[in-house]
């Protein structure tokens, strides 16, 4: 799904005042204020349901409002029409829904509802309750009508109308951004969705995007993604805008508040890191100003139990200070034959909110332990047609074969207002990832399944270290506003991997239907070699400065974005075989340079606007699969290219976007005859995306989308592919996925959901010779939400996925195929203390 766009004015994060004057997200020059002396706005908001009142309000006042979706619920006002200071016509809107409001310092208003209120005095003589932050009148550049510096400590843009899309997300170094207002296609998914469709990683967020397709199977130890039509793997996920600090393979959703989705190369916005069909950005968990300790305990088909504890507070007078853990542990047997899984989850985010100073500190611990992982289908024989899918149940791997995996991860962020206009910033972090396995890899010979398994070992530790200092400004020149920008980053990679002589293992015949299973005792795995002590086999440094003014022209009718990024990307890869020449730098790669880019956002009404880019990224060279001849080869950086156009229009609660866009990069492909990686030619994407999501109806949401996709191979070795599509790329993608309140009257709390997703055949060589067909999988649920014995929320939830049980090849993308996974039946239970 492609980003969502925001009426009229930004909505702020909750966060003190005098923060939020410099941490929002786009222009809206607010004109409310809490002192008496307020000028007067004229305001026509009718009566109906409060929620969207409340954004009509933000709208037609331009103030920057913010609310929990949830504090609205079943509420309605009388509206107001005529022209009154904004907290006057605030009040007035709020009469008779039980709520209130009171000013908290000369910029800060706050929504009280009295259900909420403590017994007993507070020593600060706050209330413990939901909040709506208004902002005061500011002065200089910000109140003439220019992007704001933005903040990125704190809660992040507040969700849309539905609760499952946010308003806004960070791009980049810009920071937290309206999506009315960005001139890129962005989406930013909360963790109410996350929780609703009860998502176990990253990949099954990434299902509410057709734009967006998995590459890996999901039993696999790994998460892998293809963005229009693109390679975006694991490790190039952002952790909170930073890079090479998220697990290398696979995120999981526990501590995890947002999922930004930001298209197309992202080199001028995020440090030259990141591939060139989109970045995947996570946003941590922070501390929300209700205390809040809920538990939640889920039961998976076949036989996994996973119970996840979710606690945040805030401390001090102001709570300036919060924590928010969140810890899980899951185990257990999976759909698929042989398979079990064991993951351990722990995360932990710091932060602090003052007047000019925000920090914050995450710290992340994952464990996964998979026994008899699925595998991917490494190759197909070229000259027979690929087989149809196995049983997706049917598991290939023996039950000796295991993969083991440690992540630690360390990142922290802090911002500081030198000037009411100016803000600096500082991030960084260290990650350290360890994996030991004992894995197949398949080539498939005969059209009725016949496969050669090889097994294999890698032990393998990754580390990741990043920084980044920068600047946000806002001031004037004559008649044009500046947003100006200013980061320096630098990032580094390490992979530490071989330094041992292979021992002999199995190579054998097999069926991908009828399977041979290796017994336990085959392989003595405790003479294994493991990833603690492997030697340097490659490192990457990225460094970068980038730099970018946003012009803003005709009350921020007009928004240009000029800018550019030095990036310089050295890689090296050394010698891992045992011998004199173990350590030895075997071969390196430098590059540098400027990488341009240009935007623009034009809005004739509020509510509406069109935008495009140009934008390029310099990449690390493509890594070849550990499968192929040869695997150890670095190849040097590649320069990508994007041309893009939208649209997207608001209609207060729903939103509706349209993207055009080219983008070509440098291809690179495993030749199914040889087994050698190499960077052959040129790729070319051209697609139209299309979106649409809010709640249309009150208690009717929606998150849907298609993509449409013309890959092809512009340029190919000795010309021989020329004009074919791209392997992996599927010329159509679609996804819808819904929900339903029913009626009070028949079923009081009870929500019905349901998902399809759709995938169009894909090609699998780059002769075109061999392909897959498409795909459909069908999800279905139901969410019933009632009071608890303590007046807190309970929520019981089951899902159905792939509700018809069909199997098929979901991916076969990078020369590999990737089975979809069978049907899957997860129940669980959320408890509010």
Not at 155 to 172: D, F
Not at 245 to 271: D, Q, S
Not at 676 to 693: D, T, Y
Not at 805 to 824: E, K, Q
């Amino acid at each position: 799904m492609a980003g969502m766009a925001l009426a009229g004015a930004s909505l702020l994060a909750m966060m003190p005042a005098a923060a939020q004057d410099h941490a929002a997200q786009d222009r809206a020059a607010p004109r409310a204020a809490s002192g008496a002396g307020a000028d007067t706005v004229a305001l026509s908001i009718p009566n109906g349901r409060l929620e969207p009142a409340l954004v009509r309000f933000t709208e037609q006042a331009r103030v920057k409002l913010v609310y929990p979706t949830d504090m609205t619920d079943a509420l309605t006002t009388t509206g107001v029409e005529g022209e009154f200071p904004p907290l006057e016509a605030l009040g007035r809107i709020l009469e008779g829904t039980g709520l209130t409001y009171r000013p908290v310092s000369p910029s800060t208003v706050t929504l009280v509802n009295p259900r909420y209120v403590q017994l007993g005095p507070q020593r600060d003589g706050t209330v413990a309750l939901d909040e709506v932050v208004v902002a005061g009148r500011p002065t200089g550049p910000v109140a003439a009508g220019l992007p704001p510096p933005t903040g990125t400590v704190g809660q992040p843009p507040p969700p849309y109308a539905g609760g499952q899309v946010a308003t806004g997300a960070r791009i980049g170094f810009l920071g937290n951004r309206s999506v009315l207002t960005t001139p890129f296609n962005v989406t930013s998914y909360t963790e109410k969705l996350i929780n609703d469709q009860q998502s176990r990683s990253l990949a099954d967020v990434v299902l509410n995007d057709s734009s967006v397709r998995n590459d890996a199977p999901p039993f696999s130890e790994r998460d892998s993604f293809f963005i229009r039509g693109f390679t975006v793997v694991n490790l190039d996920v952002g952790f909170d805008g930073l890079f090479y600090l998220a697990n290398p393979r696979r995120v999981f959703t526990e501590g995890i508040e947002r999922v930004e989705i930001l298209k197309g190369p992202t080199a001028l916005l995020n440090g030259g890191t990141g591939r060139v069909g989109g970045t995947i950005n996570l946003i941590p968990k922070r501390a929300y100003d209700e205390p809040l300790t809920r538990l939640t305990t889920t039961y998976l088909s076949d036989s996994q139990i996973w119970t996840h504890a979710d606690i945040g507070r805030r401390f001090g007078a102001s709570k300036e200070w919060g924590v928010r853990f969140n810890g899980s542990y899951r185990n257990g047997n999976t759909p698929l034959d042989k398979n079990a899984i064991e993951v351990g989850v722990a995360t932990l985010g710091l932060d602090y909110r003052g007047e000019r100073l925000r920090a914050s500190l995450d710290l992340v611990h994952n464990s996964q332990n998979i026994t008899a992982p699925t595998s991917l289908f490494n190759a197909v024989a070229p000259n027979i047609p690929v087989p149809r899918a196995p049983n997706n149940r049917l598991n290939t791997a023996s039950s000796l074969e295991y993969i083991d995996s440690r992540y630690n991860m360390a990142a922290g962020r802090v911002e500081y207002d030198v000037l009411p206009d100016t803000t600096v910033y500082a991030a960084g972090g260290v990650s350290r990832y360890n994996e030991d396995f004992l894995t197949s890899s398949y080539r498939v010979t005969g059209v009725n399944g016949a496969a050669t398994n090889t097994l294999a070992i890698q032990p393998q530790e990754i580390q990741g270290m990043t920084g980044e200092v920068g600047l946000r400004s806002t001031f004037r020149t004559g008649f044009l506003g500046h947003f100006l920008t200013v980061s320096a980053v630098e990032a580094n990679n390490r992979n530490y991997r071989g330094g041992f002589t292979a021992p002999v293992l199995p190579i054998f015949q097999t069926n991908i239907y009828d399977p041979v299973h290796l017994p336990r005792g085959s392989v003595n795995t405790l003479l294994l070699p493991r990833s603690n002590d492997r030697p340097l086999f490659a490192e990457l440094s990225a460094r970068s400065v980038g730099i970018a003014d946003t012009l803003s022209l005709g009350d921020d009718r007009f928004l240009l974005t000029l800018g550019g990024r030095f990036q310089e990307i050295d890689q090296q890869s050394y010698n891992t075989r045992p011998g004199p020449t173990l350590g030895n730098l075997a071969s390196t790669y430098v590059r540098g340079r400027f990488s341009p880019a240009i935007a623009a956002v034009f809005r004739p009404v509020d509510n509406l606007s069109f935008y495009g880019n140009y934008i390029e990224a310099l990449e690390p060279g493509p890594a070849p699969p550990v499968t192929a001849v040869n695997a150890n080869q670095v190849f040097p950086p590649v320069v990508s290219r994007q041309q893009e156009i939208g649209a997207k229009y608001d209609f207060g609660t729903v939103a509706l976007t349209a993207s055009l866009f080219q983008i070509e990069q440098p291809n690179a492909f495993t030749d199914s005859r040889t087994n050698v990686f190499s960077v052959s030619g040129l790729q070319r994407n051209r697609g139209l995306e299309l979106s649409a999501f809010g709640e249309p109806v009150e208690g009717v949401r929606l998150i849907g989308g298609v993509t449409f996709i013309d890959g092809r191979l512009a340029r190919t070795l000795n010309r021989q592919f020329d004009g074919n599509v791209a392997p992996g790329v599927p010329d159509v993608a679609f996804n819808l996925y819904g929900e339903v309140d029913l009626p009070p009257w028949l079923a009081p709390g009870l929500t019905l959901t349901g998902r399809a997703i759709y995938t169009s055949g894909q090609f699998y060589n780059q002769a075109n010779t061999q392909s897959v067909p498409d795909w459909t999988r069908f999800d279905a649920g139901l969410r019933y939400t009632f009071e608890g014995v303590n007046g807190k929320p309970v929520v019981m939830r089951a899902i159905v996925e792939n509700i018809f049980d069909n199997s098929y090849w979901a991916s076969a993308a990078r020369g590999f195929l990737a089975v979809g996974a069978p049907r899957t039946v997860i129940v669980s239970a959320t408890v509010d203390f």
